[in-house]
């Protein structure tokens, strides 16, 4: 079955303790990106990759970083979490930009 | 720089009545637009797209789209609508111009009564 997946669905951590959110698809998308969901914002992207090793800004980049090594696989790493990004992360993958986006179900993260 | 406005925050239909969710975009060339539904507890599913051409777009589970240049909107429509339809919509657009970075809009949240 053709999936983004994400793991944890469910986090919650303190200020400044290092956390990485997975992201993973079956679908050999070459375009993989990370939004954050807040209430009255819609989704804001972090990142985007448009293939491995390439990766550049979203919207909203400050406090995270990415990584792509392999095309399947899309982290997100929050080095030093704040409050302010408590969200719910979304990770989406597409053949490219034309393409349907497939989304994952979602991170929900609290920093406390 | 482009935008996407989704000017209702609510909208509130009882079942079997039709449904108008209203998008605006600005953007300089042709968009990309793309309608999104977004149920309780779920991730993002496409609803449809424009990319060019028939400027009447249909979509899965009955919806429709119709994009209009001249009014810069891209208003999603379903004739009848069902208590399954409950949930978030989103609007966005993709730029064509090179561009990568699609901009959602901030949602409309449908609520269907019986």
């Known amino acids: ?112 | 720089a482009q935008s996407v406005t989704q000017p209702d925050i609510h909208i509130t239909v009882s079942e079997g009545a039709s449904l108008e969710l209203r998008c605006n975009y600005s953007y300089g060339a042709t968009p990309y637009l793309f309608w999104y539904v977004q149920s309780p507890g779920q991730g993002l599913q496409l609803l449809l797209k424009y990319f060019s051409g028939d400027t009447l777009v249909q979509g899965i589970k009955g919806f429709e789209a119709e994009f209009k240049r001249s009014q810069s909107s891209f208003n999603l429509r379903k004739p009848s609508v069902h208590w399954s339809d409950a949930a978030e919509y989103f609007c966005a657009v993709g730029a064509s111009g090179g561009s990568y970075i699609p901009t959602f809009g901030r949602g409309t949240s449908l609520i269907v009564h019986p």
């Open chain 1, 1 to 112: 079955e053709a999936q983004v997946t994400q793991n944890p669905r469910y986090l919650i951590t303190v200020t400044g303790k290092k956390l990485t959110v997975t992201c993973s698809q079956n679908m050999n998308h070459e375009y993989m990106s990370w939004y954050r969901q807040d209430p009255g914002l819609g989704l804001r992207q972090i990142y985007y990759s448009m293939n491995v090793e390439v990766t550049d800004k979203g919207d909203v980049p400050e406090g995270y970083k990415v990584s792509r090594k392999e095309k399947r696989n899309f982290p997100l790493i929050l080095e030093s979490p704040s409050p302010n990004q408590t969200s719910l992360y979304f990770c989406a993958s597409s053949k490219t930009l034309k393409e349907t986006q497939y989304f994952g179900p979602g991170t929900r993260l609290l920093v406390l």
